[in-house]
């Protein structure tokens, strides 16, 4: 085992600044925390959409992930550069996922960067798809939602 005493020796002497560098080359993967990567936003997107409720003929929510029609115009036309109509939308399911990627990833990224914990930034991001406030995470009806969210992302894992 290195001790302290011999790592500061190598390290300060100017004849072994290789090791210095060698040495912060290999305890760099434990500095830098965890990221969050495609596959888990996408399997956030998979959550999101298997725990959204059933979109009936007499509703105001489009797609397998029950969205409002205001949401799709804006982030279709965020994402894609386009306006896709809620109809487009809810009749294309890759169309539709490759817009949630794009709107959730930033949201999931964010919330585990403020939270260092994979298991509550989905949970917050889960909160944020449902009410627009990621601190409602464990409010009401908003904290069984999330767990349902959490517990479908889990099972890609």
Known sequence: MLSVERLL???SSPRRWRWSVLLLLCLLPFAVPAQI???KVEALVEALRLSA???GADS?????W???PDNIVRWSQRCLDQDV???QFAAD???ARQVLICVMGPVLREQFADSNNEIVAVQRAAAWWMTGDPDQYRAGA???YTLRVLEAYLRFF
């Open 9 to 11: 020796d190598i390290t």
């Open 37 to 39: 990567s495609d596959a």
């Open 53 to 55: 409720p059933p979109v």
């Open 60 to 64: 105001e929510l489009y797609g397998d």
């Open 66 to 68: 029950a969205i409002k």
């Open 85 to 87: 109509t809620p109809e």
């Open 93 to 95: 399911r890759a169309l």
């Open 142 to 144: 908003t904290d069984g």
